[in-house]
C-alpha cells in the first residue's frame, strides 16, 4: 500500500514539474521563411490546440486520424466539426479503418448529416489488409496545421497521474502548409475510390514530392509508405543517421534493424547517441521487443533511458542539427510498412531546444546500465523479447497486444 502511494506521489510531481514548465510550449518554437512552428508538450495543450484550430477555420478543415475513439474527447472534437460545418466550412475527415475498428459508424452519422465527407482508409479486406495509415493531422484553411504521434482519443490528452499517453504535438503556421493539403487530397482521392488499390497506393508514396514553396530548405515533408524497402522517410534517416555525430531519440515502439542500430551505436562512439524509451505500455510486446536490442548499444555506449511516468507515445529523432517529428515510430512497421508522415526540420536553435525538452523528459525516467540490462536477462525474458521483436515487426500493435506479454521493471 505504501509503495502505491509512493508511486502515485511521484507521478504527481512529474506532473507539477511539467504544469511548472507550461511555458516552454511557447518557448519552443522557431520561425522559418514564413514559416512559424511551435510545441506542444502536454495532452491539455495539445486537445486545446486541436479544437482552437478547429474554431478559428473559416474556409476548410482536412483531419486524417489513425484512431478517432468514441469517447468524451472524440465527442468534442466532432461537436466542433459540426459546429464549423453550420458555419459553411468545408470539412473533410478521414480515419483507419482498422485503427479506429471498436468506433461504431453510428458515431459519425451526424457529421456526414451535416455535409461533412467521411472515409475510411482500407475498408476493405485485402492482401494489404496489414498496412496501416498510422498519419495524424489537422489542416485549416490549408495555412495551419497540428501534427504528431497523438490520436483523438481520451488517453492522449491526459496527465501522467491519469496514465495516458505521453504524447507531443507540433503546430505549423505558414505556407509549408501547402504541401501537406495537397497529399492530403490525393488520399482523400484514393480512400474515395471504391477498390483502394494497392498499387496505386504504393505509386502515390513512391513518386510524391513536396510542392516548391519557402523553407523547402530548412523543413521537407517526408512520406512513408509500403514500398519494396525502407520507405522514403526511412530512406532519408538512414541517410542522416549515416553521417551524424550526435543522435538523440524519443520513440514509442523501437525495434529497427541491425543496421539502424549500427548506425545510432557509430553516433555513440562520435559525440553521443541517446535513446528514451518505454517502462510500461498496454502492449508488452512491443516493450520486450526493444529490451532485445539494449545489449549490443550499451555495450556500444549508447544511453539508453526508460520513461517512468507513464506510457510513452512520443516520435521524436534529433540528429545533429535535423529534428524529425511526426507519426512514424522507429520500429519495422513504420519503417517499412505503414503510411507515415515526418516533418524534417534543419535549424541548430531548434535542434538545441528539442533536445533540452529531451534532458526534462530523462530528468522521469530510469538509465538502463549494461549491469542492470545483464541481471534481468534470463532465459525466459529473453525468449519472451525474441518472439516480441519477431511478431512486432509484422503484426500490427494492436494485434500483439493480444499477446499480454508481462512488462517488468528494469531492475
Request: net charge positive; glycine share 8%.
Amino acid at each position: 500500500m505504501a509503495g502505491r502511494a509512493k508511486d502515485r506521489h511521484e507521478l504527481i510531481m512529474a506532473s507539477k514539474r511539467q504544469a511548472d514548465q507550461a511555458g516552454d510550449e511557447e518557448r519552443v518554437s522557431v520561425s522559418l521563411q514564413g514559416n512559424r512552428l511551435r510545441l506542444l508538450e502536454t495532452g491539455p495543450a495539445i486537445l486545446q490546440a486541436l479544437l482552437d484550430l478547429i474554431d478559428g477555420a473559416h474556409e476548410s478543415l482536412k483531419l486524417y486520424y489513425y484512431i478517432f475513439a468514441h469517447d468524451e474527447s472524440a465527442q468534442r472534437v466532432l461537436d466542433r466539426l459540426i459546429a464549423a460545418r453550420a458555419r459553411g466550412v468545408a470539412v473533410t475527415l478521414m480515419i483507419d479503418a482498422f485503427g479506429s475498428a471498436d468506433t461504431p459508424a453510428s458515431f459519425f452519422d451526424p457529421l456526414i448529416d451535416a455535409g461533412a465527407q467521411f472515409g475510411r482508409f482500407g475498408a476493405r479486406r485485402s492482401t494489404r489488409y496489414l498496412i496501416r495509415n498510422h498519419q495524424k493531422m489537422a489542416i485549416a484553411d490549408d495555412r495551419r496545421l497540428l501534427t504528431g504521434g497523438f490520436n483523438v482519443e481520451d488517453a492522449y490528452f491526459g496527465l501522467p497521474p491519469d496514465d495516458c499517453w505521453h504524447d507531443l504535438g507540433l503546430l505549423i503556421e505558414g505556407p509549408q502548409v501547402q504541401a501537406m493539403s495537397s497529399w492530403f487530397g490525393q488520399l482523400w482521392r484514393w480512400v474515395s475510390t471504391r477498390k483502394q488499390r494497392f498499387r496505386t497506393l504504393r505509386r502515390m508514396v513512391r513518386h510524391w514530392r513536396a510542392p516548391p514553396c519557402p523553407g523547402n530548405g530548412a523543413m521537407r515533408w517526408l512520406i512513408g509508405g509500403p514500398t519494396r524497402r525502407l520507405s522514403p522517410w526511412a530512406q532519408v534517416v538512414k541517410h542522416d543517421l549515416e553521417q551524424a555525430r550526435r543522435v538523440d531519440m524519443v520513440a514509442a515502439y523501437f525495434s529497427p534493424g541491425r543496421g539502424m542500430l549500427k548506425r545510432i551505436a557509430r553516433a555513440a562512439q562520435r559525440k553521443g547517441s541517446r535513446l528514451v524509451l518505454p517502462s510500461k505500455s498496454d502492449n508488452g510486446a512491443t516493450v520486450a521487443a526493444a529490451r532485445l536490442l539494449y545489449g549490443p548499444l550499451l555495450k556500444r555506449g549508447v544511453e539508453i533511458w526508460e520513461y517512468q511516468s507513464c506510457k510513452l507515445h512520443m516520435k521524436l529523432i534529433v540528429i545533429d542539427d535535423a529534428v524529425y517529428i511526426g507519426s512514424a515510430n522507429f520500429d519495422m512497421r513504420s519503417l517499412f510498412l505503414n503510411l507515415e508522415i515526418m516533418l524534417r526540420v534543419e535549424d541548430a536553435g531548434f535542434a538545441d531546444a528539442m533536445r533540452a525538452f529531451i534532458d526534462r523528459r530523462i530528468r522521469d525516467s530510469r538509465q538502463i546500465t549494461l549491469d542492470r540490462y545483464r541481471r534481468q536477462r534470463g532465459l525466459l525474458t529473453l525468449f519472451k523479447q525474441w518472439v516480441s521483436y519477431l511478431l512486432v515487426g509484422v503484426l500490427d500493435y494492436t494485434v500483439t497486444r493480444r499477446l499480454n506479454f508481462r512488462n517488468p521493471d528494469a531492475d
